[in-house]
């Protein structure tokens, strides 16, 4: 991990020389992004002027800019400027599910609410320079030499170009797993997720395949050769090994996400790029060789949009859209550097798409498939079709008042100050791919781990007091790269957005630094505007913590092979997972507890009922007197408290832990695990 602080960063702040505001305002936005203007509006339907300044020609960031599949999580938690928006695009056009509308129809969304008010928008301008006065942001200077002053200013940019120019501390990459205290932290090579030819041969649901197929192929799906016939590793393959957990700079993969259809009459052809090389796709080729019949839907993820386009995603694979380890020096660098990466991506993915129409080592079958899909020519229309925004998935991270990380996502879930909450999953695309051991190649630095819903803390969105005091952050936020991997969601930038731009308000009004303001006035205003800074637990759900006994949830036990995470049927703590009614026999859950002291303790197991479940569920108890196996039949609602059942009664000693493993072998259905519980017996 790189850690500029304040000291580093000092020395890069000539402000430009003086001269004569040409803009003042209340509150200025660096970065017309969606949590940029979910702050911009919030600010000024609170009475403020305010200006916004985007250095490139479009409003929106990703939401406009290709990424139209909405990463929601549970929906239950956005609320306020963000459901706002979300609703009134998908009421723009008929046709459109909630959260899921064209980037066009977003794009018009965002410009009607904006001439709501009296918000001044600047695009295609860039931060050129800044002047302070003391702990305070005085004002800043664009690429045309034009002059901005403010009260309190508000870095939206997904690079933190703003945070980084005032002085404020910042992340870039991996914090070690000793840094926080996080399993997920650091150097993470990710094990083989096998994959069968007949399911790489299926296509997904998204476009109409089977209900049982897999939309999302994580992972490293077989052993594939990670090096030519030189002995060297293949384009974008490393075989540099770390430490596993070790911190490092590196950053997870950029992409585009590429608007497509299969509509003719608004289709067009994959573009072949300017630079294409044939050998970056070397083990995209190997990868098609591997699964005889591989599907297009199964190397690209397809998610559905309105009116039959879909967003062009990574879909996972070791091999995709997503260009591994071509944006390291992004997240620092200057125009320039920045810039050709920008076009290096666009390259990659135009070539990435262009191989499976057109390439011959890409089956005639497969190039077919592909050739039915092809840029929307209704969207982007002003730039060749391609989307606006390269997806800058993490660049900086503020290292602010308070560092949210791991945990506050799966264990200290509520905060006294939070403003808003998360729900998606800890999602960090692949870092690196690795040459093995065995010389096959390998993804690192993925994952995908579910979390509850939680508190997202104030104090996560402004810097140290000591280094700026009329700066706040609703992108860049204060997080480690594991608990920014859910929060960087965009509905949660625009919650975040909102309340920053509150805050900036109640800042001046209160005539304080921004650290110091009433959290609590703020927390009010916050929920008369619809915002949502808490949630229960769901009906049928009971909290481990009030549970009496030794209780431990399915977040914290051991898995192996692919479970998925759920929340709509309640549970302990309002989630529980199943094993998606695969892979039978190559799955299992482990719960590992420790008793206080020797003696008999009831061991209870609980699981969600439904009719897909599973009648013959495998649960093994290990005590100090050996092991006995328990079958659960999960289409019974569970005898206690319809959450849990008696798996029975078993002396444990204090020296070693009661080890309760649920698999999968041989099971008619879906199973469940949700937690597991052990009660003093004596």
Same mark, same amino acid.
């Given at each position: 991990?790189?850690?500029?602080?304040?000291a580093?960063?000092?020395?890069?702040?000539?402000?430009?020389p003086? $001269?004569?505001?040409?803009?003042?305002c209340?509150?200025?936005?660096y970065?017309?992004?969606p949590?940029?203007l979910s702050?911009?509006?919030?600010?000024?339907?609170?009475?403020a002027?305010?200006?916004?300044?985007?250095?490139?020609?479009?409003i929106?960031g990703?939401?406009?800019?290709?990424?139209?599949?909405?990463?929601?999580?549970?929906?239950?938690v956005?609320?306020?400027i963000?459901r706002?928006?979300?609703?009134?695009?998908?009421?723009?056009?008929?046709?459109? &599910?909630m959260?899921?509308?064209?980037?066009?129809?977003?794009?018009?969304?965002?410009? %009607?609410m904006? !001439?709501?008010?009296k918000?001044?928008?600047?695009?295609? =301008?860039?931060?050129?320079?800044?002047?302070?006065?003391?702990?305070?942001?005085?004002?800043?200077?664009t690429?045309?030499?034009?002059?901005?002053?403010?009260?309190?200013?508000?870095?939206?940019?997904?690079?933190?170009?703003?945070? %980084?120019?005032? /002085?404020?501390?910042?992340?870039?990459?991996? #914090?070690?797993?000793?840094?926080?205290? #996080?399993?997920?932290?650091g150097?993470?090579? %990710?094990?083989?997720?096998?994959?069968?030819v007949?399911?790489?041969?299926?296509?997904?649901?998204?476009?109409? /395949?089977?209900?049982?197929?897999?939309?999302? $192929?994580?992972?490293t799906?077989?052993?594939?050769?990670?090096?030519? $016939?030189?002995?060297?590793? *293949?384009?974008g393959?490393?075989?540099?090994?770390?430490?596993?957990?070790?911190?490092?700079?590196?950053?997870? %993969? @950029?992409?585009?996400?590429?608007?497509?259809?299969?509509?003719?009459?608004?289709?067009?052809?994959?573009?072949?790029?300017?630079? @294409?090389d &044939?050998?970056r796709?070397?083990?995209?080729?190997?990868?098609?060789?591997?699964?005889?019949?591989?599907?297009?839907?199964?190397?690209?993820?397809?998610?559905?949009?309105a009116?039959?386009?879909?967003?062009?995603?990574?879909?996972?694979?070791?091999?995709?859209?997503?260009?591994v380890?071509?944006?390291?020096?992004?997240?620092?660098?200057?125009?320039?550097?920045?810039?050709?990466?920008? !076009?290096?991506?666009?390259?990659?993915?135009?070539g990435?798409?262009?191989f499976?129409?057109n390439?011959?080592?890409?089956?005639?079958?497969l190039?077919?498939?592909?050739?039915?899909?092809? *840029?929307?020519?209704?969207?982007?229309?002003?730039?060749?079709?391609?989307?606006?925004?390269l997806?800058?998935?993490e660049?900086?991270?503020?290292?602010g008042?308070?560092?949210t990380?791991?945990?506050?996502?799966t !264990?200290?879930?509520?905060?006294p100050?939070?403003i /808003?909450?998360g729900?998606?999953?800890?999602?960090s695309?692949?870092v690196?791919?690795?040459?093995?051991?065995?010389?096959?190649?390998?993804?690192?630095?993925?994952?995908?781990?579910?979390?509850?819903?939680?508190?997202i803390?104030?104090r996560?969105?402004?810097?140290?007091?000591?280094?700026?005091?009329?700066?706040?952050?609703?992108?860049?936020i204060?997080?480690s790269h594991?608990?920014y991997?859910?929060?960087?969601?965009?509905?949660?930038?625009?919650?975040?957005? !909102?309340a920053?731009?509150?805050?900036? $308000?109640q800042a001046?009004?209160?005539k304080?630094?921004? =650290?110091?303001i009433?959290?609590?006035?703020?927390?009010?205003?916050?929920?008369?505007?619809?915002?949502?800074l808490?949630?229960?637990?769901p009906?049928?759900?009971?909290?481990?913590?009030?549970?009496?006994?030794?209780?431990?949830?399915?977040?914290?036990?051991q898995?192996?092979?692919?479970?998925q995470?759920?929340s709509?049927? /309640?549970?302990?703590?309002?989630m529980?997972?199943h094993?998606?009614?695969?892979?039978?026999?190559?799955?299992?859950?482990?719960?590992? *507890?420790?008793?206080p002291?020797?003696?008999?303790?009831?061991?209870?197991f609980?699981?969600?009922?439904?009719?897909?479940?599973a009648?013959?569920?495998?649960v093994?108890?290990?005590?100090?007197?050996?092991?006995?196996?328990?079958?659960?039949?999960?289409?019974?609602t569970p005898?206690?408290?319809?959450?849990?059942?008696?798996?029975?009664?078993?002396?444990?000693?204090a020296?070693?832990?009661?080890?309760?493993?649920v698999?999968t072998?041989?099971?008619?259905?879906?199973?469940?695990?949700?937690?597991?519980?052990?009660?003093?017996?004596?």
């Open positions: 991990m790189r850690i500029r602080p304040l580093v960063v000092v020395a890069i702040l000539f402000a430009a003086r $001269v004569e505001a040409a803009e003042t209340d509150v200025l936005v970065g017309g992004t949590g940029g702050a911009a509006l919030a600010a000024s339907r609170e009475g002027s305010v200006v916004v300044i985007e250095p490139t020609r479009w929106g990703m939401v406009t800019g290709g990424l139209a599949s909405t990463d929601v999580g549970n929906e239950k956005i609320g306020g963000a706002e928006f979300f609703t009134r695009a998908a009421e723009a056009k008929a046709g459109t &599910p959260w899921f509308a064209e980037p066009k129809v977003n794009m018009a969304t965002f410009k %009607a904006l !001439q709501e008010t918000i001044k928008v600047v695009t295609d =301008q860039r931060l050129k320079s800044i002047s302070r006065d003391g702990d305070r942001i005085e004002s800043l200077m690429s045309d030499g034009i002059r901005y002053e403010a009260k309190v200013f508000i870095d939206a940019t997904y690079e933190g170009d703003l945070l %980084a120019r005032a /002085g404020v501390s910042y992340a870039i990459g991996r #914090e070690s797993r000793d840094t926080y205290n #996080e399993p997920l932290a150097f993470l090579p %990710a094990p083989l997720r096998p994959r069968t007949e399911q790489m041969a299926q296509d997904s649901p998204s476009i109409g /395949g089977p209900k049982d197929a897999m939309n999302y $192929v994580h992972g799906p077989a052993k594939i050769e990670a090096l030519d $016939v030189a002995g060297l590793p *293949l384009p393959i490393s075989n540099q090994w770390f430490e596993v957990g070790a911190g490092d700079s590196r950053t997870q %993969a @950029y992409n585009f996400r590429v608007i497509v259809t299969r509509q003719p009459e608004n289709r067009l052809p994959f573009p072949k790029p300017a630079h @294409y &044939p050998m796709y070397e083990l995209l080729a190997r990868t098609i060789a591997a699964f005889p019949g591989i599907r297009f839907s199964k190397l690209v993820y397809l998610g559905p949009i009116n039959g386009k879909y967003d062009a995603n990574a879909i996972g694979l070791v091999v995709g859209t997503d260009h380890g071509a944006n390291y020096n992004y997240p620092d660098g200057d125009e320039k550097v920045r810039a050709k990466i920008w !076009q290096d991506h666009i390259d990659y993915v135009q990435f798409l262009w499976l129409a390439d011959s080592r890409s089956p005639k079958e190039q077919a498939q592909a050739k039915e899909w092809g *840029l929307a020519k209704d969207e982007f229309t002003d730039n060749d079709n391609w989307p606006y925004a997806y800058v998935r660049a900086r991270r503020m290292i008042e308070y560092v990380r791991q945990d506050d996502c !264990q200290h879930l509520t905060k100050d939070s /808003g909450m729900s998606f999953i800890m999602d695309h692949a690196e791919r690795l040459v093995d051991h065995d010389g096959s190649v390998i993804d690192e630095g993925n994952f995908d781990v579910p979390v509850r819903p939680y508190h803390p104030y996560s969105l402004v810097p140290q007091k000591k280094q700026c005091e009329n700066l706040l952050v609703p992108v860049c204060s997080a594991v608990a991997g859910s929060i960087r969601m965009e509905p949660q930038f625009m919650i975040l957005g !909102q920053c731009g509150d805050a900036a $308000v001046i009004h209160e304080k630094a921004v =650290q110091d009433d959290v609590a006035a703020l927390q009010t205003k916050l929920r008369e505007q619809k915002q949502v808490d949630l229960p637990l009906p049928g759900s009971a909290a481990a913590k009030d549970l009496p006994g030794i209780v431990m949830d399915d977040a914290d036990a898995y192996v092979g692919e479970w995470a759920s709509s049927s /309640g549970g302990v703590d309002g529980y997972r094993d998606m009614n695969q892979g039978k026999g190559e799955k299992s859950a482990r719960f590992e *507890l420790h008793v002291k020797d003696g008999k303790y009831e061991v209870r609980a699981y969600t009922t439904a009719p897909n479940r009648t013959n569920v495998p093994s108890v290990k005590h100090a007197n050996g092991e006995n196996s328990i079958t659960v039949n999960e289409k019974l005898a206690i408290n319809q959450a849990f059942v008696s798996l029975g009664t078993f002396r444990f000693t020296d070693k832990p009661a080890v309760v493993t698999t072998m041989g099971t008619d259905g879906y199973v469940v695990v949700d937690a597991v519980q052990l009660l003093p017996a004596e």
